[in-house]
């Protein structure tokens, strides 16, 4: 066992028990998701990318103009779409719209959406380190 083996699904069932149970029910880890969106506990999400992840933060939203989704582009009232921060590193902060529920939007978007969607987010800084 080497710590390469630390796989995407693995973060998951670590940092999101209960969300990893709900999206894999018992899924052997020989089968890992490698891309995706993934909700988990309080309006959050989570991209999955490989072995990287990062975490959606829903943010309260002003204003009454429409939304443009970041993943699938489509235009969006405010209540069809929600906006997300995302950290990225010790002092960057990135903001993704993506519309709601995700589910939909990720199959409008595709595989190719969501690998420019991960390039736009990855890779994090590890702000944990020294
Ligand atoms: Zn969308």
Redesign the pocket.
């Known amino acids: 066992m080497s710590d390469k083996a630390h796989t995407a699904a693995e973060l998951l069932r670590e940092l999101f028990p209960e969300s990893y149970r709900e999206m894999f029910g018992e899924r052997p880890l020989s089968a890992p998701p490698t891309l995706g969106l993934y909700p988990v506990a309080d309006g959050r999400l989570a991209l999955v990318h490989g072995d990287q992840l990062a975490e959606f933060t829903p943010i309260a939203q002003k204003g009454t103009t429409a939304l443009h ?1 970041d ?2 582009h ?1 235009t969006r009232s405010r209540s069809e779409a929600q906006i997300y921060r995302v950290v990225v590193g010790a002092r960057r902060t990135r903001y993704v719209t ?2 709601t529920p995700t589910e939909g ?1 990720q199959q ?2 595709g595989q190719r959406g969501l690998e420019a969607l991960a390039d736009h987010i990855f890779p994090i800084e590890n702000i944990y380190a020294e």
Do not use: G, K, S
């Open positions: 989704c993943l699938c489509h993506l519309c939007c409008r978007a």
